[in-house]
């Protein structure tokens, strides 16, 4: 009786112990392993691009998304390389446009590249031109029936859902559609507000880009709180997120969740499931700035190495780096 009253007792001190808050790393520390991770991001993006000819997803546009947040935070970036990584993309998008007008099939057709390219473009503020039009007429055009957008392919996490790909669709408009289609594109992002409002997610991704586009689309904000709420239900033991019910935490799905409550769900960064988050990527972080995580996605595309660590992992991985970065920027003062 006393041996199993003892261990009850252990038992519910480690459960106490596992749900308290991680100690908050102070900003030096954020800023040192947040700046880790922007260097690498930067030294392997070109050398991606050098060596496959693609803009991608995974090596520039989130790694936008992090540089936006690290210049605001008064951050370390390489100017001369983000700027080189800007032109590629635009120099990408320019070589596809008379394909896109004559809508011949193309990836860049899905709501997730077209997506995520363009707002990597916002990210470093990039101005609309008759280049992101061709992007948003043809992407538009693409709208099903139902108000989704259909993703690239299947490569969970990073494109394969319906949801991030209306979401980042609606963004997109709002961001880069012409003034002369406003009116026919408020239709469209009217009518991809009520397919989010209506679906129902089963994956980290899908809950995370479902609050982005409830935000985005200015949804009432008791729909945003659930959403965020329920997402906040989903936090682990160990301060992470995953990014199946059955997998176990890992970065890409912490840091793209940290990301979505912020600026999606208005969670302040010094809210204690916020922290804890952080925490969770500042333990799991290697030396190198990067976290590893492990591929899920069909490898339909020829291996080669991109100088980004991690071998047939290294994509999906610097993807994960890229949003882990950015929410772990998220938790320094504003410049």
Request: glycine share 8%; aromatic share 8%.
């Amino acid at each position: 009786m006393t041996r199993n009253l003892l261990t009850l007792g252990f038992l519910m001190l480690a459960a106490h112990l596992l749900r308290s808050p991680i100690r908050a790393a102070s900003p030096d520390e954020v800023k040192t392993a947040a700046e880790r991770s922007i260097a690498l991001l930067q030294k392997c993006g070109p050398e991606f691009f050098r060596k496959s000819g693609c803009v991608a997803c995974h090596q520039q546009s989130v790694t936008s998304f992090a540089l936006a947040e690290a210049r605001s935070r008064g951050l370390r970036v390489d100017e001369p390389v983000a700027r080189e990584q800007v032109h590629v993309t635009i120099t990408t998008l320019e070589a596809f446009r008379d394909r896109l007008l004559q809508r011949a099939d193309h990836p860049l057709n899905s709501g997730e590249s077209t997506g995520y390219l363009l707002m990597g473009l916002a990210a470093e503020k990039y101005p609309p031109d008759e280049t992101t039009d061709v992007q948003i007429l043809e992407m538009a055009s693409r709208q099903a029936p139902d108000g989704s957008w259909t993703a690239f392919g299947h490569r969970p996490p990073l494109e394969y859902s319906r949801v991030s790909s209306t979401a980042l669709a609606i963004r997109t408009m709002q961001i880069y559609g012409p003034p002369g289609r406003k009116e026919a594109l408020s239709k469209r992002i009217s009518r991809g507000r009520d397919w989010l409002l209506a679906f129902k997610p089963t994956s980290n991704t899908d809950e995370c880009f479902r609050l982005l586009g409830l935000k985005w689309t200015d949804a009432d904000p008791k729909l945003i709180d659930a959403q965020k709420a329920a997402i906040l239900r989903h936090q682990r033991e160990d301060g992470g997120w995953a990014p199946l019910d059955k997998l176990s935490s890992d970065a890409y799905a912490t840091g793209l969740t940290l990301y979505a409550l912020h600026h999606g769900g208005g969670l302040a960064t010094a809210d204690p499931a916020y922290e804890r988050g952080v925490g969770y990527l500042l333990q799991t972080q290697l030396p190198d700035g990067s976290w590893h995580v492990k591929s899920r996605s069909f490898p339909f595309q020829t291996y080669f190495e991109s100088g980004f660590p991690h071998g047939p992992d290294q994509w999906i991985s610097a993807a994960a780096t890229g949003f882990a970065a950015a929410a772990v920027i998220d938790s320094l003062p504003p410049k």
